[in-house]
């Protein structure tokens, strides 16, 4: 890619997330992206800029947003904060990557979706995951029937909490089903390509109110069956097994590829069928997403695979009703 073709990204925050991350995976693409950060916290913007070459701070994220050269921003913020912040940028005219979940609530992501299509600028929800080479590679094999019809789908995914963790508020969009539950609800449309037509749930809750723990049963048309269990209260997992009538394939670790991502595939529905551990490119997954963002900014569309996150917003805000009726 020419560098004339790269755009200035602004972020909205400078969490773990971003150091972590994002601006490492920004220096694997310099041809599409310049970048600038701002922090709510004094001193923290100039302190990470200082630290990572070609990146520079802004006083504030009101000044990211009066910047006419910054062509779009990427928001990591809490929660609570994603509908302010992303109907600000759209008002300002500038394309939103928002961090998954896109919304404490259905009522303010579709607010956030209704900003961005009236001031026609790309909305575009962080599931880095899924525009990874592993699993477009993974739903490949899936279309071509390699594990035969599609029948089970199996997600789990949890780890043990700080207790004073801000994701077990529930005014801050706080809950083990949208923080670590919203990838099993993802991948279960991403492999099925369909909205489930059933939902049964049932949560562990803590005092605060959020979901401790959750576990949840969708149906996808032609009765393919997904089963997935999310918590802040159990040993790290991070598994993602899809079985067909001919086959299965296994994700371990399912949304975190590494550096030298495999998934395990068997062919055959025979208990003695040999494994093959198949290798895929070892992409950063956050600079695919990156990468495809800006694609999608170029083309003026937000492009497939990637969701403007409503739809998987939708499955959840169901999940949750039906999980708290059952209590």
């Known amino acids: 890619m020419n560098a004339q073709n790269r755009l200035k990204l602004g972020i909205l ?9 994002i601006l490492p995976a920004l220096s694997e693409c ?32 009101e000044a990211i947003l009066a910047d006419d ?16 912040l992303t109907i600000a940028a759209a008002k300002a005219g500038k394309h939103v990557l928002c961090e998954k979940p896109l919304a ?22 962080a599931f880095m995951w899924r525009l990874h080479p592993r699993a477009l590679q993974i739903r490949e094999l899936i279309e071509k029937n390699e594990i035969g019809n599609l029948r089970l789908i199996v997600v789990n995914f949890s780890f043990n909490i ?24 993802n991948a279960s449309r991403f492999f099925t ?10 949560a562990h809750w803590w005092p605060s109110g959020v979901d401790m723990s959750m576990r949840i049963g969708l149906t996808f048309p032609g009765e393919v069956l997904a089963q997935i269990d999310c918590s802040f209260e159990a040993p790290f997992r991070c598994r993602l097994e899809l079985v067909g009538d001919d086959g299965r394939i296994l994700v371990e670790p399912a949304f975190q590829p590494g550096q030298q991502p495999t998934f395990e595939l068997w062919r055959s529905s025979e208990r003695d069928t040999p494994v093959e551990v198949i290798s895929c490119p070892s992409d950063d997954q956050y ?11 170029e083309s003026g569309e937000l492009r497939a695979p990637a969701e403007n996150g409503l739809q998987n917003m939708k499955i959840m805000d169901s999940i949750l009703k039906v999980a708290r009726e059952s209590r």
């Open 30 to 61: 310099p041809e599409h992206w310049s970048v600038v950060v701002a922090s709510q916290r004094p001193g923290v913007a100039d302190e990470v800029a200082s630290e990572v070459d070609g990146v520079t701070a802004s006083d504030s994220y």
């Open 287 to 297: 600079a695919c997403q990156l990468k495809h963002f800006h694609r999608s900014i």
């Open 104 to 125: 404490p609530s259905i009522e303010e992501a579709e607010e956030m979706v209704r900003a961005c299509e009236d001031h026609n600028v790309i909305l575009q929800e």
């Open 69 to 84: 050269s910054i062509a779009a921003v990427y928001i990591p913020a809490t929660g609570d904060q994603h509908r302010e």
């Open 193 to 202: 390509d369909a909205e489930p037509t059933k939902i049964n749930a049932g």
């Open 13 to 21: 925050g400078c969490g773990r997330i971003v150091t972590r991350r």
């Open 162 to 185: 700080d207790r004073n963790d801000w994701r077990l508020n529930p005014d801050r969009g706080g809950g083990a089903m949208w923080d670590l539950g919203c990838y099993g609800v």
